[in-house]
């Protein structure tokens, strides 16, 4: 059996797994879009880093940034926010709009180490549910490590209907997929 911590998204409330929403706690050192497209960008939602359940070498955020463009690609792009990353005390990161500020707290569940066949009834439906670490729903085969996924609710993140899963791929980058 694994184990994997099952997220949970209160309104405003400060969050030991993270943040949805406000002004995220470090600043970006680098990131995947040009400095003059800043604008078309807002902050998302900021995780913290830890060994046990989202382990990313020398990350102590992972940060999700999303377009603010209606009808754009609603796909995240991950930053990788290392130690050492300025703090954020002038507040003047743009966020993306219609979200509230949430925190991020969750609890440990165990998973089986491999899903039940594909014939997956409603009682499975938790091995869908905003996680970090566990069991990989979407069979990963590329040889990459499952972080985590989010759900749209119960938030009301824009993922076109889809989840926001994580993988840390060989190379040590973050990258981001909606399934």
Request: contains cysteine.
């Amino acid at each position: 059996m694994g184990q994997a911590l099952y997220l949970d998204f209160s309104p405003a409330v400060e969050g030991s797994f993270g943040k949805v929403g406000g002004q995220p706690t470090k600043l970006p050192i680098q990131k995947p879009w040009r400095r003059e497209e800043d604008a078309f960008y807002g902050f998302l939602l900021e995780l913290r880093a830890d060994e046990l359940f989202f382990s990313v070498p020398g990350a102590e955020y992972v940060q999700l940034y999303q377009s603010i463009e209606e009808g754009d690609d609603p796909l995240p792009m991950a930053v990788v926010i290392p130690y050492g990353a300025q703090d954020n005390k002038e507040g003047t990161v743009q966020v993306r709009p219609g979200l509230g500020a949430w925190g991020i707290t969750g609890c440990v569940v165990d998973e089986p180490d491999v899903l039940p066949p594909v014939t997956l009834t409603l009682e499975h439906g938790s091995f869908f549910k905003s996680k970090l670490g566990g069991h990989d729903p979407w069979e990963n085969e590329q040889g990459r490590q499952f972080l985590g996924q989010i759900s749209e609710r119960p938030v009301d993140f824009n993922f076109a209907g889809m989840t926001c899963s994580l993988y840390l791929e060989k190379d040590g980058r973050v990258s981001v997929e909606l399934q």
